[in-house]
C-alpha cells in the first residue's frame, strides 16, 4: 500500500464555527474538500508518530464515505491506532468518553449535530483534543489558517476497511479498531446515576418517552433505558438512526419535536418525556403536560445533584453560556460555590473542567453535561432527571414549581430567526452596535437600560480573550435582552434575541414565558428595527 500526497489548494471557507466545520453535503463531496480541511488538522495538532485517534459520526448521509477517507489519511499521517465505533457510529458525548477512557491523542468527530442531514443536508467535522473536549479556540484558529495555505494532504492508496463487524484490521501499518459504540458510555453513565433506583421507579408504573429523532441516541437509548432499566420497549421512539433522519431535523425542542410535544400534551401522557439531537448532545425534559426550559434544568439539576451518586460529594462549581439564564446562578449562591459565565459553544467550559474550577455545566440551547466528559451529553441529563424523580417521587411539574418558590424564576426565552439573508442580519447588530451610547440610561416604561455591551470574555484558566460574542441589553432590575448571529448555521443567518426577566413573586408563576416577558420581546423588536430589516413577522422557533 503506497501513501500518496495529493497536490491541492485552499478552498476559502473552511473556518469552523461554534462546533467544527458546518456545510451542505455537496460542499464536502467537492473534490478534496473534506481532505484538506483533516490534513489541517493532522498539521495543526501534530500528533507523535503512532498515536491513536477516535473516530465516529451521528451516522447521517456521508458518514462512512468520510470515515473511509479519514482512515486512509490518518494511516498516510502516522497514527498507529484509530478507534472507530461500529458501523462509524459515535455520539459527540460517547466519542469524547472514550477518548478519555484510552487516552487517545484526541478524535474526529463527524456530525452537524442539530442540523438536518441527507444529500442536500448538512454535514460537518470536528477536532477534539485528548481531554475529549471541542479543540478551543486557538487550535480552531490554526486550523482554519492552515486550510488557507494547504498544498497538499496524504492518504493511503487502499481498499475501504469494514466498519460492521467488532474487531481490528490493518491498514498500512495503522490498525483500524472497531469498538461497541455504545458500551463504554453506557458503563460510565451506570457509574453516574442510581440505576436501581431508577429501575424501581420504572417497574412501579412510572411512563417515560424517549425521542431519538432517528439519530444517533437510539441504540444508547434503547441499551440504557430499555435493557439496561427495564423500561418498556416503547418508550423509546423513532430508535433507528437514519442518513436523513427520517427527513425530519434533529433538533429537540417544541417546535422540531413536536411528535413527542403531543404525545406528552395529550390524553394518556407519559410522566416524563425527553429528546436528544443529531449526534446526541442535546437534550429537552418534558414532564406531563409540561415543558422544562433548559436554563431551569441546569439550575434543578445543580441543586439536587447530590442525590446521584457520582455527584455526592457536591459540585465545586457550575458553568454557563452568557446568553443561558441566571437560574444556575442562584443555586450556586446559595450552595457557596463560583458560577462562571463563558461566550456560547462548549469549547469554552473545557479548561474549567480540567482546572477543577466546574462540575456542572449547560447552555439555554438545550445543552447540559459535567466534567464526566468534555462535551455536552443529552442521556446523561435524561439520567440525571430520572434519578432525581427516583429519589424524590415527585411529578417533573411538581418539582420545577418547588424550585421557583425557593429560588425565584428566571422566566425565560430565546427567539431564533432562521435563514434570514445575511445582510440584513448584519445590518441588525449593527444598528444595535451603533446604539449603544443612546440605549445607555434609556427608560421604556418601568425598564431602564443600565449597560449594553458585545460580550467580550477572558479565560481564567488561559487567559485568552474571545470577543465579539453577543450584543447584551441590560436592565437596573436585572432583566436581559441578548442578541446574537448562530454559528452553527448553514444558509443564510440565524439571529437569535435571548430574553430574561426575574420573578421572584410565586403567584406570577403560572404565566406563560411569552406572556411574562411581552415588555421584554416589545422592546427588543423596537430597538431592532428586525421586523422592518427582515421582513419576518414572527420567529421561526420559540423556546
Ligand atoms: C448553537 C447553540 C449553542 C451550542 C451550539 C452547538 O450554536 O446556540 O449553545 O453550543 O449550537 O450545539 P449557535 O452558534 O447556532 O447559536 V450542537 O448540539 O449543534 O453541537
Ligand atoms: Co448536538
Redesign the pocket.
Known amino acids: 500500500m503506497q501513501v500518496l500526497t495529493v497536490a491541492t489548494t485552499p478552498f476559502s471557507d473552511q473556518k469552523p464555527?461554534?462546533?467544527g466545520l458546518r456545510k451542505r453535503v455537496p460542499a464536502f463531496q467537492q473534490p478534496n474538500y473534506l481532505e484538506n480541511f483533516v490534513q489541517s488538522i493532522f498539521d495543526t495538532i501534530a500528533a507523535p508518530s503512532g498515536a491513536t485517534l477516535v473516530l465516529g459520526g451521528d451516522g447521517r448521509y456521508y458518514n462512512r464515505e468520510a470515515i473511509q477517507i479519514i482512515l486512509k489519511m490518518a494511516a498516510a499521517n502516522g497514527f498507529g491506532r484509530v478507534l472507530v465505533g461500529q458501523g462509524g457510529i459515535l455520539s459527540?458525548p460517547a466519542a469524547s468518553c472514550v477518548i478519555r477512557k484510552y487516552g487517545t491523542y484526541g478524535g474526529i468527530i463527524l456530525?452537524a449535530?442539530?442540523n438536518p442531514g441527507g444529500p442536500d443536508g448538512d454535514f460537518g467535522i470536528k477536532y477534539n483534543g485528548s481531554n475529549g473536549g471541542p479543540a478551543t479556540e486557538a487550535v480552531t484558529e490554526a486550523i482554519f489558517a492552515k486550510s488557507k495555505s494547504i498544498t497538499g494532504y496524504r492518504i493511503l492508496d487502499a481498499a475501504d476497511v469494514a466498519l460492521d463487524e467488532l474487531g481490528e484490521t490493518a491498514l498500512g501499518a495503522m490498525t483500524v479498531q472497531v469498538i461497541d459504540s455504545v458500551a463504554d458510555y453506557a458503563e460510565l453513565m451506570e457509574s453516574l446515576f442510581d440505576f436501581g433506583a431508577i429501575r424501581e421507579l420504572l417497574s412501579g408504573g412510572f411512563r417515560i418517552k424517549f425521542d431519538a429523532m432517528h439519530a444517533v441516541t437510539g441504540p444508547y437509548a434503547r441499551e440504557i433505558l430499555v435493557t439496561r432499566l427495564g423500561a418498556p420497549a416503547d418508550s423509546v421512539m423513532n430508535a433507528v438512526p437514519l442518513p436523513d433522519f427520517g427527513n425530519g431535523h434533529p433538533d429537540p425542542n417544541l417546535t422540531y419535536a413536536h411528535e413527542l410535544v403531543e404525545i406528552v400534551y395529550g390524553k394518556d401522557a407519559p410522566d416524563f418525556g425527553a429528546a436528544s439531537?443529531g449526534?446526541g448532545?442535546?437534550n429537552m425534559i418534558l414532564g406531563k403536560g409540561f415543558f422544562v426550559n433548559p436554563s431551569d434544568s441546569l439550575a434543578l439539576i445543580a441543586a439536587n445533584a447530590k442525590l446521584a451518586p457520582g455527584y455526592r460529594q457536591g459540585l465545586a462549581g457550575i458553568a454557563r453560556?452568557m446568553p443561558t439564564s441566571e437560574a444556575a446562578d442562584r443555586v450556586a449562591q446559595a450552595l457557596g460555590i463560583p458560577c462562571y459565565e463563558t461566550p456560547?459553544?462548549?469549547k469554552f467550559f473545557g479548561n474549567l473542567m480540567d482546572a477543577g474550577k466546574v462540575t456542572l455545566c449547560g447552555?439555554?440551547?438545550f445543552?447540559t453535561g459535567s466534567d464526566h466528559v468534555r462535551e455536552?451529553d443529552g442521556l446523561w441529563a435524561v439520567l440525571f432527571w430520572l434519578n432525581i424523580l427516583a429519589s424524590r417521587r415527585q411529578s417533573v411539574e411538581a418539582i420545577v414549581r418547588e424550585h421557583w418558590a425557593k429560588y425565584g424564576r428566571n422566566v425565560y426565552s430565546r427567539h431564533d430567526y432562521e435563514g434570514i439573508p445575511s445582510d440584513a442580519a448584519n445590518g441588525v447588530m449593527k444598528l444595535l452596535k451603533d446604539s449603544f451610547e443612546s440605549l445607555k440610561g434609556a427608560q421604556f416604561g418601568h425598564l431602564q437600560v443600565k449597560l449594553c455591551d458585545d460580550f467580550s470574555y477572558t479565560d481564567p484558566v488561559d487567559g485568552s480573550v474571545s470577543t465579539g460574542q453577543g450584543i447584551r441589553i441590560l436592565f437596573v432590575d436585572g432583566s436581559r435582552i441578548v442578541f446574537?448571529l448562530?454559528?452553527?448555521?448553514t444558509e443564510g443567518a440565524?439571529l437569535?434575541i435571548y430574553l430574561e426577566n426575574y420573578e421572584p413573586d410565586v403567584s406570577k408563576h403560572h404565566l406563560d414565558a411569552q406572556e411574562a416577558l411581552a415588555t421584554l420581546i416589545g422592546i427588543a423588536l423596537k430597538i431592532s428595527e428586525l421586523r422592518l430589516r427582515t421582513g419576518r413577522d414572527a420567529p421561526t422557533v420559540i423556546t
Open positions: 464555527g461554534t462546533s459527540t456530525s449535530s442539530h439531537d449526534d448532545d442535546r453560556s456560547t459553544g462548549w447552555e439555554e440551547s445543552g455536552k446574537r448562530s454559528g452553527t448555521g440565524t437569535r
